[in-house]
């Protein structure tokens, strides 16, 4: 069975720009949430998503929007990107709102320079 | 305060030795807790969740939860150098998933 899948896997942007992350879920969750990591720090939550709705954002400024699609697939945008952007982005899936733990992807190294 | 707080480490620990890792949360509404291991360059991976109070065992892994205190910890028996990782505390409050900043861990052979 295909896992969390996320693309693209690495990205380089130049400050000012917009970014588009994907991420596709396993198979029959419903809950995907996005992370930011930087480096030497856990995981910082940033969006969570149930059927297709945001249930929780995480403290991050309105640059970063996300949405769930029907498929259930998801999408994280940054507008204005900040050098401080530069991370790695986590998205992961749950069968329901995270209660059961979730299954991460291996994640979007996002460089701005 | 923050609100899922760990001990960065580093922890060291000889093969065949128990490591124990702790974790605070603050949100005392807090209904799951979880932990995660990561290796370096990986993303995290789940080894335990536990809901209750009280003790939860997998294998060589124990979880251990008291809300009372708000602290829950994980117990490795039997350490192994491919143990050796960062191991993550997560809590969820119903709306937001926090994570701690990890313990690193290292198993010495």
């Known amino acids: 069975d295909a896992g969390v899948t996320q693309s693209p896997t690495h990205l380089i942007k130049t400050r000012g720009q917009q970014v588009t992350l994907r991420c596709s879920p396993i198979?029959?969750?419903?809950?995907v949430s996005w992370y930011q990591q930087v480096l030497g720090q856990g995981p910082q939550f940033i969006f969570q998503?149930?059927?297709?709705?945001?249930?929780g954002r995480g403290n991050f400024p309105d640059r970063f929007s996300a949405r769930q699609f029907p498929n259930y697939s998801s999408e994280l945008n940054v507008n204005a990107l900040l050098l401080g952007d530069s991370a790695l982005y986590l998205c992961?899936?749950?069968?329901?709102?995270?209660?059961?733990?979730?299954?991460f992807g291996s994640g979007t190294r996002l460089t701005v320079v | 305060q923050k609100e899922v707080e760990q001990n960065s480490g580093p922890l060291s620990v000889p093969e065949g030795a128990i490591a124990s890792l702790n974790c605070t949360y603050s949100?005392?509404?807090?209904?799951?807790f979880f932990w995660y291991r990561q290796y370096s360059g990986k993303s995290p991976e789940l080894i335990m969740s536990?809901?209750?109070?009280g003790d939860k065992e997998d294998g060589r892994f124990t979880a251990q939860l008291n809300k009372a205190s708000q602290y829950v910890s994980l117990l490795i028996r039997d350490s192994q150098p491919s143990d050796s990782a960062t191991y993550l505390c997560?809590?969820?409050?119903?709306?937001?998933?926090?994570f701690g900043t990890g313990t690193s861990l290292t198993v010495i052979p």
């Open positions: 997560a809590v969820n409050t119903g709306n937001q998933f926090y």
């Open positions: 998503y149930y059927e297709k709705e945001e249930r």
């Open positions: 949100d005392r509404g807090s209904q799951s």
């Open positions: 536990i809901y209750s109070n």
């Open positions: 992961a899936s749950s069968l329901w709102l995270g209660g059961n733990g979730y299954t």
């Open positions: 198979s029959g969750h419903k809950s």
